[in-house]
């Protein structure tokens, strides 16, 4: 079972991005699934987590600018990132609280891999 993210780059403030991670391998069910980032010398912080059902749990200070969503038949999260500052520079993380097949790995929390998202002033 991994976890691999895409859509990160170079934008200018002002500008979007959208973030996509992808589940893959033999997977059983996909419980919770979500973004979170990382600046060097900070602690991951939580973006956005999304459960099985559609429902949402934002960083209060990222609300109304970020979109979190899923596609369940797809395995796959999304991020859609609006009116990025440069301060939302950094290494973005997705996750996922997975159940793999029997034998197939454990079951819990996986991540990718990280992709970089850079907003220049």
């Known amino acids: 079972v991994q976890l691999q993210a895409f859509g990160g780059g170079l934008v200018q403030a002002g500008g979007s991005l959208r973030l996509s991670c992808a589940a893959s391998?033999?997977?059983?069910?996909?419980?919770?699934m979500g973004w979170y980032r990382q600046v060097p010398g900070k602690q991951r912080e939580l973006v956005a987590k999304?459960?099985?059902?559609?429902?949402?749990e934002y960083n209060e200070f990222l609300r109304g600018r970020f979109t979190i969503s899923r596609d369940n038949a797809r395995d796959t999260v999304y991020l859609q990132m609006n009116r990025l500052k440069p301060e939302d520079t950094a290494v973005y993380y997705c996750?996922?609280?997975?159940?793999?097949?029997?034998?197939?790995?454990?079951?819990?929390?996986?991540w990718g891999q990280g992709t970089e998202v850079t907003v220049s002033s």
């Open positions: 391998g033999s997977i059983f069910n996909i419980r919770d």
């Open positions: 996750n996922a609280d997975i159940t793999p097949h029997y034998g197939q790995g454990h079951t819990g929390q996986y």
């Open positions: 999304i459960t099985i059902t559609g429902i949402s």
